[in-house]
């Protein structure tokens, strides 16, 4: 059961990506619409960061998960390299942890 749920998600957003592709040219859109998917496509992706960033199973993941995520925004706003962002948020948050901080 639990491998055709997963082949079916999987047949899913490869069938909405490939209508995508082949519809593009197909699909008129109104100009206004044109406009508002870029920024839709931002607010989504923030929407989704800030969740991830702050709740865990519905509830506040607590401040050591936040601070983690501000030193690797502030990191990647200064264009460290990747790894270096990563490697820093995660012992920002690890070290919090550590310190007790939930």
């Known amino acids: 059961m639990l491998i055709a749920a997963i082949l079916a998600l999987a047949a899913g957003t490869f ?28 607010a989504l992706l923030a929407a989704l960061a ?8 519905g509830r506040f993941a607590g401040w050591a998960r936040p ?17 270096l962002v990563v490697a820093a948020a995660a012992a920002t948050t690890a070290l919090l942890r550590l310190l007790g901080v939930p």
């Open 50 to 57: 800030a969740t991830a960033a702050l709740t865990e199973a």
């Open 67 to 83: 601070a983690g995520v501000l030193v690797g925004v502030l990191l990647a706003w200064r264009r460290a390299p990747f790894v």
């Open 15 to 42: 069938g909405f990506r490939a209508a995508g592709v082949l519809l593009r040219d197909r699909l008129d859109l109104p100009d206004w619409a044109r406009q508002a998917l870029p920024v839709a496509a931002a």
